[in-house]
């Protein structure tokens, strides 16, 4: 039998009442949304805004004890709901955990909570002239902590890789209460198996993280962009595709589609040229001597791919309005459709062309229009697929749904997977069967039971569902 009707009280006399926000309060709906595309909201029975390890493992501690299901949170800028409380219970934020503890030049390492913004990491990063390269696109306001749940992504993965590769160790509060520690600071290790690895990306199913050792890198001393402008996916596509066979390394190589141009012209400060069916954003960097010839050869490069026009941005200002505008096409396009289901597929590399041209013939053959952009240098392309109907009509949803269903087959036809950055949470979980064989989904079942036998840590999420503590 669970304690959810006093959860609130009991957490209110063991952390304070400032920690909980309770019944009655005008924030608590705010921790039963994300930023998902689910026209319904999950409100928790309380939320509580830990500020410490011990605070975050006390929360642990009493869901077990009171069998009231408990779902981590971060910023709540995840697009899948994987922290979103479906099984009501509470919502453990780690919010307010914001400090910086260490930035070490010598070890080239950070030690920081898991509340901080990512794009706050890396400011201070770069006061030292170190470098924090994972740039989710939400990095003004997603917070560290999520992202190493998630094991985000961002542009810059293509030369430097995801949150994974950044995180050296954690500390980690476990359901029941227990605080564990493990990684390393070093470098390099090999010592025991990999814990670190197995919590991240877990999307907060494993344990709660309360500390990260992140791995900084010295930062480049220069960087420059270009903009191939071309007529369509097609030839950006086929363009990507040249560049990866050439062994080029920028450290970013991205395309936009004209939907997801259109939308950011009203508001962007870069002004992208009125032509373009699609542009191919291409960032370079290291030695300021080498940016010159890097932009040039790729310039070359790009015009000998057909592209119509090839626009350089070197000036830091220039640069920054360039990156603003493409962090403007997600939150542009949600607020330009009533219903915009971002999918997140990834394809190996050589399939890039296949897979948009697959794109078009999920849009043509279900009448959904589809708005492509992202990381295509990584095969990884936010197809997002749009509608103004009305988003709480089931049939409207079962259709745009069936349509995310044509596209994930096309995907995995393809060779490729569900979700390239964003996660599964709850919106894909039912999806993972067309991925996974029943006996890799059954190992993750053990996986997750040996963390959370009580199965009340996040329930429902990231696997497809089957009876737990919550649901039976
Ligand atoms: C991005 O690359 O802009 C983000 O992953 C956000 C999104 O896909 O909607
Ligand atoms: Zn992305």
């Given at each position: ?142 917070s560290i902590g999520g992202n190493a749940a998630t094991n985000a992504g961002g542009p810059r993965a293509f030369k430097y890789g995801v949150t994974r590769e950044y995180i050296l160790g954690l500390e980690v509060a476990l359901m029941g209460g227990e605080v564990l520690r493990c990684g390393r600071r070093t470098a390099k290790g090999v010592t025991g198996y990999d814990l670190v690895a197995g919590f991240v990306g877990t999307e907060g199913t494993f344990g709660v993280i309360t500390e990260l050792t992140v791995k900084l890198l010295p930062l480049p001393m220069a960087a420059a962009t270009v903009l191939g402008v071309f007529d369509g996916v097609a030839t950006a596509g086929a363009a990507i595709s040249a560049l990866l066979r050439d062994g080029l390394r920028p450290r970013v ?220």
């Amino acid at each position: 039998m669970s304690d959810i009707a006093t959860i609130t009280s009991v957490l209110e006399r063991e952390l304070g009442a400032s920690a909980i926000i309770g019944p009655g309060h005008e924030r608590l709906d705010d921790y039963g949304r994300d930023e998902s595309p689910l026209p319904e909201f999950f409100p928790p029975t309380c939320a509580a805004l830990v500020e410490s390890t011990e605070q975050a493992a006390a929360v642990l501690r009493i869901c077990l004890e009171r069998k009231v299901p408990v779902t981590p949170r971060g910023a709540g800028s995840g697009m899948c709901g994987g922290a979103l409380p479906i099984h009501g219970g509470v919502v453990l934020s780690t919010e307010r955990m914001t400090r910086i503890k260490e930035i070490d030049a010598g070890d080239l390492v950070a030690v920081v909570e898991p509340g901080v913004v990512t794009g706050k990491l890396q400011e201070a990063a770069e006061a030292q002239q170190l470098f924090y390269p994972p740039d989710p696109a939400s990095l003004e306001f997603c917070s560290i902590g999520g992202n190493a749940a998630t094991n985000a992504g961002g542009p810059r993965a293509f030369k430097y890789g995801v949150t994974r590769e950044y995180i050296l160790g954690l500390e980690v509060a476990l359901m029941g209460g227990e605080v564990l520690r493990c990684g390393r600071r070093t470098a390099k290790g090999v010592t025991g198996y990999d814990l670190v690895a197995g919590f991240v990306g877990t999307e907060g199913t494993f344990g709660v993280i309360t500390e990260l050792t992140v791995k900084l890198l010295p930062l480049p001393m220069a960087a420059a962009t270009v903009l191939g402008v071309f007529d369509g996916v097609a030839t950006a596509g086929a363009a990507i595709s040249a560049l990866l066979r050439d062994g080029l390394r920028p450290r970013v190589l991205e395309l936009a589609d004209r939907a997801s141009i259109d939308v950011i012209r009203p508001k962007s400060r870069y002004r992208f040229p009125d032509n373009a069916g699609a542009i191919v954003l291409i960032e370079v960097d290291g030695e300021p001597e080498a940016m010159a010839t890097m932009m040039e050869k790729i310039g070359m490069r790009c015009d000998e791919l057909g592209a119509l026009d090839i626009l350089a941005a070197t000036e830091p200002a220039e640069r920054r309005a360039v990156w603003e505008a493409r962090r403007l096409i997600s939150p542009s396009l949600k607020a330009s459709y009533r219903i915009k289901l971002n999918e997140d597929i990834c394809v190996p590399r050589g399939r890039i062309v296949e897979m948009l041209a697959r794109v078009d013939r999920v849009a043509a053959e279900t009448g959904v229009p589809c708005a492509v952009f992202g990381h295509a240098g990584d095969g990884n392309l936010h197809v997002n697929l749009l509608s103004n109907d009305d988003p709480a009509d089931p049939a409207v949803r079962k259709h745009m749904w069936a349509a995310a269903k044509q596209l994930f087959a096309h995907t995995i036809e393809l060779g490729g997977t569900l979700s390239g950055e964003h996660g599964i949470g709850l919106t894909k979980r039912d999806y993972v069967t067309m991925e996974q064989t029943e006996r890799v989904i059954e190992w993750q079942h053990r996986w997750k039971a040996m963390w959370d036998p009580s199965g009340l840590l996040n329930p429902g999420k990231r696997l497809p569902a089957r009876r737990t503590a919550c649901n039976e």
